[in-house]
Nanobody, 116 residues
Framework: VQLQASGGGLVRAGGSLRLSCAAS????????LGWYRQAPGRQRELVAY???????NYVDSVMGRFTISSDNAKNTIYLQMNSLKPEDTAVYYC???????????WGQGTQVTVSS
């Protein structure tokens, strides 16, 4: 399974970006769709995830600013990022994993840089 992430770039603080992640297969009901990020010198952290039932969760630092969604007809996961801050600068990775732990797939990462 291949995940192709796109949409990263350079934006000023307060700006917005929309990340996309296209999967090479259909999204299954047992999939958990997520976005992670890794800043230089830091561990990769979970930013947001959404289940097939539509239940979404976010790390506190992005709550109210980021929105995760999916378009199952297009096999695509999105991350709408608003009110971006310099501390959001990182490489963002999309992820599909099995609710029951049988598989996990990663995209190649897309760089997001927020200037102050």
């Amino acid at each position: 399974v291949q995940l192709q992430a796109s949409g990263g770039g350079l934006v000023r603080a307060g700006g917005s970006l929309r990340l996309s992640c296209a999967a090479s297969r259909s999204i299954f009901s047992r999939d958990v769709l997520g976005w992670y990020r890794q800043a230089p010198g830091r561990q990769r952290e979970l930013v947001a995830y959404i289940t097939s039932s539509g239940r979404a969760n976010y790390v506190d630092s992005v709550m109210g600013r980021f929105t995760i969604s999916s378009d199952n007809a297009k096999n695509t996961i999105y991350l709408q990022m608003n009110s971006l801050k310099p501390e959001d600068t990182a490489v963002y990775y999309c992820n599909i994993k099995d609710l029951y732990g049988s598989y996990a797939y990663w995209g190649q990462g897309t760089q997001v840089t927020v200037s102050s």
